[in-house]
Every structure is written in structure tokens, then in C-alpha cells.
């Protein structure tokens, strides 16, 4: 956190169960408030999506925050496009002004948190650069080094399997598979670079096919959906997904 502030998981244990809870949430209400032709479900959406923001604040990562941004954007984009190509300017005014509400009301509310956020930017000493391209390639690279072709074993990453051997009188791990704050690097390692394709591979496939379904579909507001899905999954290749970083 900050000063005087503290990172909030929610019930979460681990802040990266959080951040996809926030984002994955966050996409499927902007989804509700574009595609959705009842005024009562955008009403309800209008009332999550402040605290959704908010959650993602007081998270205090900055991933969660350029996710739901790249999300957001990708989604009304697309969205707003199709708006202006079926005339429907009533409805593209009435987004956008809900919109610019929305973004009043969560900086009046969650001004502190919207602040803490803006600080630890500011006190960190990495960049956008370093997060998205340097750093994935570090661990990538380091994983690559400890666990070979095969890997460590699954779980082999997590703190508690030191203390759970130690417990059961197990002798201590042969190759040490390293700590990692990205995901990447952490299945590098456990399951090796033969595991590492076969899961981002099957990963490339799913975008693939979100895509294709949506190219596909023809219900207008499932497409809405599908395409929240998709921009959702592109910033969760470098994002935490399934483990826990430490």
C-alpha cells in the first residue's frame, strides 16, 4: 500500500484472485451496459460499476486497472462503432453521458483510493515498459533456466510446499524452481517449456475461438458478451490467472 493505506483483497487470500474477480466483473458489466436493451439491468449496472472501480483501486495494482481500462475501451469502441453504423445516436449519447457520470461519481467517492493508486505509480520504480516486456522475459528466461524442459513439478513455486516437506520429514526439493511475481514464469518452471506451450498454446486457441464466435454470432447482445470475453483474456496472458505470486 501507501501511506496510511492498505492494499484490500476482499475476501480474497491473494491480491491476484482479486484483480480477476474485479476484472472479470468489470467486463461483464460494461458488457450489461452496452449491450443490454432493458433500462432496469443498466440501472443495476450503473450501481455495480462504481464499486467495481472502486475494488480495483483499493487494490492498488496497476494491472487490474490497465486491464479494465484496455477492456473498457476495446469493448465501447467496438460497440459505439456499431452504434454510429446502425444510426442509433440516442443510444451513443446516452452511453457516453452515463458514462462521464460514472467517471464523477467514482472520483468523488473513491477519491483516496483513486490517490493511493496515483502514488504508488509514482513510488514505484519500474514502467509500463518493464512490466509488459522486460520483466515477463526476465522470468520467462529464469524459469526456463531452473526447470528445463520438463519442469520442477506442478506446485513446486508455492511457499507452502517447503514447509509442508518439512512437516512430513521429505527431503528438500532437488532443483529449487525460484519465486516469480508473474504467472509465466512460475509454469515455465513448474511444468517446463514442453508444459509452457501446451498451456499458452491452448490458451491462443481459446482467444481464437471467443473470436470466431463472435464473427459468428448473430444475437446481437450475446455478441456484446463475446466480446467482453475476448478483450478480457488478452491483458490475462500476462496476468495471474490460475497461481499465486508470493
Not at 517449456?193 to 470466431?212: D, K, N, Q
Request: aromatic share 12%; with cysteine; net charge positive.
Amino acid at each position: 500500500g501507501s501511506d496510511g493505506a492498505v492494499r484490500v483483497t476482499g475476501t480474497f487470500s491473494y491480491l491476484s484472485g482479486h484483480v480477476v474477480f474485479a476484472c472479470a466483473f468489470f467486463a461483464l458489466t460494461i458488457a450489461l451496459v452496452a449491450g443490454s436493451k432493458t433500462p432496469f439491468r443498466r440501472v443495476l449496472a450503473f450501481v455495480a460499476l462504481p464499486l467495481l472501480l472502486g475494488n480495483i483501486f483499493m487494490s492498488g495494482s496497476r494491472a487490474a486497472f490497465l486491464a479494465g481500462a484496455l477492456t473498457a475501451a476495446g469493448l465501447l469502441s467496438c460497440q459505439m462503432g456499431a452504434v454510429t453504423m446502425l444510426g442509433r445516436w440516442r443510444a451513443k449519447k446516452t452511453i457516453f453521458i452515463a458514462g462521464l457520470g460514472l467517471v464523477a461519481v467514482v472520483g468523488y467517492v473513491f477519491t483516496d483510493a483513486a490517490k493511493a493508486l496515483y502514488d504508488r505509480q509514482n513510488r514505484v520504480n519500474d514502467s509500463l515498459a518493464i512490466r509488459v516486456i522486460e520483466m515477463p522475459a526476465e522470468h520467462l528466461a529464469e524459469g526456463w533456466d531452473r526447470g528445463g524442459l520438463l519442469g520442477c513439478g506442478i506446485g513446486t513455486t508455492s511457499p507452502g510446499v517447503r514447509v509442508l516437506r518439512a512437516r512430513l520429514h521429505l527431503p528438500p526439493l532437488e532443483h529449487h524452481p525460484g519465486v516469480y511475481d508473474l504467472e509465466l514464469g512460475q509454469v515455465m518452471a513448474e511444468v517446463g517449456l514442453v508444459g509452457f506451450v501446451a498451456w499458452y498454446g491452448f490458451r491462443v486457441l481459446i482467444v481464437l475461438s471467443i473470436w470466431r464466435a463472435y464473427n459468428r454470432c448473430q444475437d446481437e447482445q450475446l455478441r456484446v458478451f463475446i466480446l467482453a470475453t475476448f478483450f478480457l483474456w488478452i491483458p490475462f496472458f500476462l496476468l495471474s490467472l490460475v497461481l499465486n505470486h508470493v
